[in-house]
């Protein structure tokens, strides 16, 4: 069977507290599901640039991209899906919801305190492990 491949970027965007933003989906078959922003990378696209144009059309907000926490493989039913996430800090902006219903600052002692998405529980559990020196 072939299954349709969907490569995403994510942004673990993390503030001067400690705390890492989430956002819950407004739209589409996982509406409500809570997730790391980010979206499909465009054609001419790296990683990074794909991830500073998703922030800024998602949340209106300038990041910049820092180092990659992990690569997540996970199967769902419709399809599989690479996401490649990356520590992020704000360089401009509010982080102002265009696509989503909510979003939160969670300490690390949170982020189980929302109900993730199947593949963003593998990049909790990465930064639950990752060093605090974001």
Not at 47 to 72: G, M, N, P, S
Not at 114 to 127: H, N, R, S, T
Request: proline share 2%; aromatic share 8%; net charge negative.
């Amino acid at each position: 069977m072939n299954c349709k491949q969907v490569e995403v970027v994510a942004a673990i965007i993390g503030d001067a507290q400690g705390r890492i933003f989430a956002t819950q989906r407004g739209y589409g078959a996982m509406k409500d599901g809570w997730e790391f922003p980010g979206g499909k990378i465009e054609a001419g696209e790296t990683r990074e640039q794909a991830l500073r144009r998703e922030i800024k059309e998602e949340l209106d907000t300038e990041i910049a991209v820092d180092d990659l926490l992990c690569t997540v493989q996970w199967r769902y039913p419709d399809f599989h899906l690479t996401m490649h996430c990356y520590w992020c800090h704000i360089e401009s902006g509010s982080l102002t919801l265009k696509e989503h219903e909510a979003a939160r600052w969670l300490t690390r002692d949170q982020l189980d305190t929302v109900d993730w998405l199947p593949a963003d529980k593998e990049v909790v559990k990465k930064i639950k492990a990752a060093s605090l020196d974001y």
